[in-house]
């Protein structure tokens, strides 16, 4: 397990916490491995989710740092979309 990927779930679960982010997301980061998110905070998981982001690990940073955001990042092709675009937007409020 990548300190990276425990290091971001930690950063993720503060963002998460009080949201009220009642969905599932899953960030996939390119040669990392996944991040899901949901009601219950966020996890190194692979498991199926509402909305899958696809993104290399230099994006995903950028996005988690608020360098990035991931509306912009989305416009750009850094970042891919697969599933419901509506949780994609609720949590890109969250990390806002």
């Known amino acids: 397990m990548s300190d990276t990927l425990e290091q971001a779930a930690a950063e993720l679960n503060e963002k998460l916490a009080g949201a009220g982010f009642d969905a599932s997301a899953k960030f ?11 009601g219950s ?5 692979d498991e ?6 696809s ?5 995903f940073q950028q996005i988690l740092s608020g ?9 750009s092709g850094k970042l891919t979309i697969d599933g419901d675009m509506g949780v994609a937007m609720k949590l890109a409020s969250v990390l806002a």
Not at 28 to 37: F, H, N, R
Not at 48 to 53: A, I, M, N, W, Y
Request: net charge negative; charged share 20%; hydrophobic share 50%.
């Open 28 to 38: 996939a980061i390119a040669d990392m491995g996944a991040i899901v998110l949901d």
């Open 67 to 75: 360098e990035m955001n991931p509306t912009g990042a989305f416009m």
């Open 41 to 45: 905070g966020a996890r190194i998981s």
């Open 48 to 53: 199926e989710t509402d909305v899958t982001l």
């Open 55 to 59: 993104a290399d690990a230099e994006t």
